[in-house]
């Protein structure tokens, strides 16, 4: 007998969905809905995804309960479906896209009481004379947002804030809705001709790439187009690649449109997550900013989706669903039927492929808005240079200070000397567990594996052959910062990377620091370069590009590139002129060559075209079968299985070979590269010959993934 059944996505590693009986009344739960099922020894919160019909067997679970019916909306589920097909990941992945961490699990959430507070514009009208309490709370917030806890210092109890709160007289801060709204600077032809093009897609869909020179005034277009579609009750999603870019960008879009801006990120409680979540689900958040799971918010009535720095690598996830957010945010303009604006000064190649194809449109930003002019360019030559610093850099930093600049040094290593050797025998700290040397961090006098996490005390001695002086190697962001303190003792040095800025908020205190203008230095990694606005920095200087030169990945120009334009932004953004210094020990390679000639779009337009000639991605399809196991053989033997079983003739198999990486945390890596001119034929076999792999002798004993449209090779 087939009876009717209900199609369960259950977070779990497994290609499939379950069929579950309804619950005890008898009603198939509406797909959408919420539900707690059975599952092995386990109860576990899963989604409704569809509703269909199994043979009666006794195997047949009923649904234990629902939790909320119709919870998440159709064409959010349409979206996740899409990603987990596309990306080749588990259904159950799905139960992680769409909901916050408060609803994965079976026990109810208690939202702990807000930690800041602000008055409302219901509360600035609101007639608190009869009740006293409440006005002396009011009278406070008036004065700006507060922490509940000096709040409470002040004489208020928690009874009378939740009151507040009840009355929607008090919200958490962030949430208060109205802001006091500052015009923005007047737009130049080519950011009306955006905005123009922007607004002219409101009705449909359309993907725009807007591309701007660093300091065009990207943000300036994003928001007078947020603002329009705000005015006709719509909401808006912006994506950003980070959440150090948050704080500054938040000020900035409240200021501009008038409304409390809410954000989503990994880093936030569990309840500021929900909060966050529910605001949008109802349309209560206008304006939502979140880094790429922000891209799965239910929103009640959407508008608008911008995804700024679209080049930007973390975009891509790299665990559980490797999901591209760019990607799948161009995926549900599509399907929301909205328009989607793509904003970068260095576009991804697989955007401007996108353009050359006729699938997205580009909008071009030439110049910088107002009085700013682009950096001056020159490439220094590091032959014969010795220690860190070059000299002639640093009389240029000393003339740059002196005149009231400021000057960011980029160099994407952390830490004090990648490489600690020993003079005498040849010794060198190497991770037990990769293929890498060990990181010294003199401050902490720790020897740490930046791929692992791995780390030791820094011996006192060579282990080898007992020379007391070990040799540090090579200059990370720690070892400039305390050679530049030396150089320049009176002018204030500020380092930035995940270690000197590991504290919530630490980052972006730093950065309004800076912006008051006084003469300092910045040295920093990737952090540095990722859209900040720094008007007093005169003078910027990417140090020893040479790793990229010759890097085995084939992405390593198109990142070069990305990141020497965006330091290069960095630089005469302000009043004054800027300028900026590119270091190599081979200052006539073409690439370098290339770069100082020409602008980045013309750059990008020329790897594009050498991608195209070499049959290699944007303009072929690439999926990466990754396998790691104690053992090579293991993933070897694994992966070379699994290359046996294509049997289709548009894909491309090679491998296995070794990742560039080959060891990490004590697995050993290999993957196999699976290529197709036509990308829907390769998805069309993939789900097929991935459920096959799981009964292959070896899938047991290894670790293995699909990477879809890979970004790590």
């Known amino acids: 007998m087939v009876i009717a059944t209900a199609q369960v996505a259950v977070p779990v590693p497994l290609l499939q969905r379950f069929d579950y009986l309804p619950a005890a009344d008898g009603q198939l739960p509406s ?171 409101r009705h449909r869909h359309e993907t725009l790439l807007l591309a701007g020179v660093t300091g065009s005034g990207k943000t300036e277009v994003y928001l007078q187009a947020a603002r329009a579609l705000l ?65 799965f918010l239910p929103l009640a009535r959407p508008g608008l989706i911008v995804v700024d720095e679209e080049h930007d690598a973390s975009f891509k996830q790299q665990d559980g669903a490797r999901y591209h957010g760019r990607d799948v945010a161009v995926m549900r303009a599509h399907l929301l039927g909205i328009p989607i604006v793509l904003g970068s000064a260095t576009p991804a190649l697989e955007s401007l492929n996108n353009v050359r194809n006729g699938r997205y449109r580009m ?13 001056r360019w020159s490439v220094a030559d590091l032959r014969g240079q010795r220690g860190a610093l070059d000299s002639a850099l640093l009389v240029t930093m000393q003339r740059h200070l002196d005149d009231g600049g400021q000057v960011l040094l980029y160099r994407n290593r952390r830490g004090y000397a990648p490489v600690l050797m020993c003079p005498a025998c040849g010794w060198q700290a190497d991770c037990q567990r990769c293929d890498a040397h060990l990181t010294l961090h003199q401050g902490i006098r720790r020897l740490q594996c930046h791929h692992c996490g791995a780390a030791q005390r820094l011996p006192p001695r060579c282990p080898a052959c007992g020379e007391p002086e070990l040799l540090p190697l090579g200059a990370g962001t720690e070892r400039l910062e305390a050679e530049l303190r030396s150089r320049f003792p009176t002018t204030p040095v500020y380092r930035v990377d ?18 008051q203008g006084e003469p300092c230095i910045l040295v920093g990694t990737q ?23 010759f890097s085995a990945d084939f992405r390593a120009p198109e990142r070069l590139g990305q990141a020497v334009c965006q330091v290069a932004g960095r630089a005469g953004r302000g009043d004054r ?42 303009s072929a399809s690439l999926a990466l079968l990754k396998a790691e196991a104690h053992r090579p053989e293991s993933a070897r033997d694994f992966l070379a299985a699994a290359a046996a079983r294509m049997n289709e003739a548009e894909v491309e198999v090679n491998g296995p070979i070794p990742a560039v990486l080959s060891r990490r945390g004590g697995y050993w890596r290999f993957q196999l590269w699976l290529q197709a001119p036509r990308r829907a034929r390769l998805l069309q076999v993939l789900p097929d010959w991935l459920a096959g792999l799981h009964a292959l002798p070896d899938a047991r004993r290894v670790r293995w993934h699909l990477d879809m449209d890979p970004l790590e090779i």
Request: glycine fraction near 8%; aromatic fraction near 4%; include cysteine.
């Open 31 to 201: 797909i959408g809905s919420r539900v707690l099922v059975p599952f092995g020894r386990r109860r576990l919160v899963a989604l409704v995804v569809g509703h269909g019909q199994a043979a009666d067997s006794p195997q047949l679970k009923p649904i234990e309960r629902v939790l909320d019916q119709a919870l998440v909306e159709p064409r959010l589920l349409e979206l996740a479906d899409w990603t987990v097909r596309y990306y080749g990941c588990a259904p159950g992945e799905m139960v992680n896209l769409l909901l916050p961490p408060a609803l994965r699990r079976l026990k109810p959430f208690r939202p702990a009481p807000p930690g800041r507070l602000a008055i409302t514009a219901a509360g600035q009208r609101a007639d608190a004379a009869r009740a006293p309490r409440q006005a002396a709370v009011l009278k406070w917030l008036e004065q700006g947002p507060r922490e509940r806890q000096e709040l409470l210092k002040l004489g208020a109890s928690a009874a009378v804030l939740k009151t507040l709160v009840d009355k929607g007289w008090v919200a958490p801060a962030g949430a208060e809705g109205v802001v006091a709204l500052e015009p923005g600077p007047v737009l130049n032809t080519e950011q009306r001709l955006a905005l123009a093009a922007v607004l002219r897609a």
């Open 577 to 618: 002129a800027g300028r900026f210094i590119l270091q190599s020990r081979h200052p006539e390679h073409p690439l370098l060559a290339q770069l100082c000639r020409a602008d980045y779009l013309s750059f990008a337009e020329q790897l594009l075209d050498e991608r195209i000639a070499a049959g290699l991605p944007p």
């Open 527 to 549: 952090m540095l370069a990722k859209g900040h606005h720094l008007p007093g920095v005169t003078l910027a200087a990417v140090l020893d590009v040479d790793q990229a030169l």
């Open 363 to 375: 909008l071009k930003i030439s110049r910088r808005a107002g009085a700013a002019r682009p950096p």
């Open 231 to 295: 005015r006709r009750g719509r909401q808006v999603l912006m994506l950003i690649p980070e959440i150090g870019l948050t704080p500054q960008l938040i000020r900035r879009i409240e200021a501009r449109l008038g409304v409390a801006a809410l954000v989503y990120h990994s880093s936030l409680s569990e309840g500021e997550r929900l909060a966050c979540w529910r605001s949008a689900a109802s349309g209560q958040a206008r304006v939502i900013v979140g880094t790429r799971s922000a891209v």
């Open 498 to 515: 995940r270690d000197s800025m590991s504290r919530r908020d630490e980052f972006a205190r730093l950065l309004e620091r800076v912006r």
